[in-house]
């Protein structure tokens, strides 16, 4: 299933959902469909992944999405990133150190509350 994105109800971040594999090629065209969403102070990105599947991804993929998100989206500065229950969270950890590393603060969760109200401090 592709990656939806869209802006929050406030206004205040852009919602990112993935269902399913996900796939290195949706989640780029997602991010540039994305762009037009971070105006005004919207410089946040909550990403659910709750239904998704990133295991047959490679770590070097993973370390490219990170990497290259800052060039893609270079408004965003903060992720808050919602993994599914009862995962090994180490690729989506490995996915988070690539952006932290490219200077955009991130944070794995397991409750969507809990990622937005980190979000929005």
């Known amino acids: 299933m592709p990656t939806t994105v869209e802006l929050s109800d406030d ?13 290195i090629a949706q ?20 990403v659910d992944f709750q239904l998704a599947d990133i295991g047959h991804l490679r770590l070097i993929d993973l370390d490219d999405l990170g990497i290259s998100f800052k060039r893609d989206v270079p408004k965003c ?18 996915l988070a150190n690539a952006h932290t590393i490219c ?15 980190w979000l929005l401090e």
């Not at 989640?27 to 909550?46: E, N, T, V």
């Not at 500065?77 to 490995?94: C, G, Q």
């Not at 603060?105 to 397991?110: D, K, N, Q, S």
């Open 103 to 117: 200077g955009v603060e991130t944070a794995l969760f397991g409750d969507m509350e809990e990622a937005r109200a």
């Open 27 to 46: 989640i780029k065209a997602a991010r540039s469909d994305s762009l037009p969403l971070y105006f005004g102070s919207c410089d946040r990105a909550l």
């Open 11 to 23: 206004g205040d971040y852009v919602l990112v959902t993935q269902q399913g594999p996900v796939e």
């Open 77 to 94: 500065k903060r992720i808050a990133i919602v993994i599914p229950p009862k995962t090994d969270e180490s690729r989506y950890a490995h």
